[in-house]
């Protein structure tokens, strides 16, 4: 491969997050960061956010609610976000893995345009096993990849707690909880978050 062409490609970082098995089929929410070369930057606003709201590294179904709101609140304040949140929600289904692919190629395309790419994908809670599924998925969609890999729960960064902190608010939503109703609309207007 011509290395003048490798280095044109746009190097991308997507981080997964899915929510929902508990229901049986229910309901299941996928959550996709899309991020460029400004992970530093934005990591070094988020840490601060989890911090200065008390959420801290907590996933979101384990934060107490008051701090799950001011994390929220102080996201709609972070610019660098804007337009790099994907999500989707599927109902009547168990095919959790191969919709979790689905979801990421479509938010990966959705932010790579029509330009040559390469995508490092970080997805949480997937054992050897699912990774593997995953990655097959992805590549039946014709996504290039870099490097794929399953995030360990001692391995969490701010960005996989991101991602879990959006399939958290959706499945609130969906539950009827009013605020996550309101909160949700105003990050999809904002353009913070993106139904796929």
Known sequence: MDIKKEDK?????????ESGQDTEGFL?????????NELDKICEELEPIELETKKKNMKWNKAHHAFREAYIEKLLKTEKLRGKIFFEMFSDTK???ELTSFATAKAILKKSGNGEYKVTVFVDGFKKKEIEIFSKGLRDLNIRTRK???VKKDENNAFIRLVDAICGLIRDKEDGNEWAGKITAKLIKERYIREL
């Open 9 to 17: 490609k746009k190097k991308l970082y997507a981080y997964v997050d």
């Open 148 to 150: 794929i890999r399953g």
């Open 28 to 36: 299941f929410v996928v959550s996709v960061l899309i991020l460029e």
């Open 95 to 97: 095919k959790y893995i």
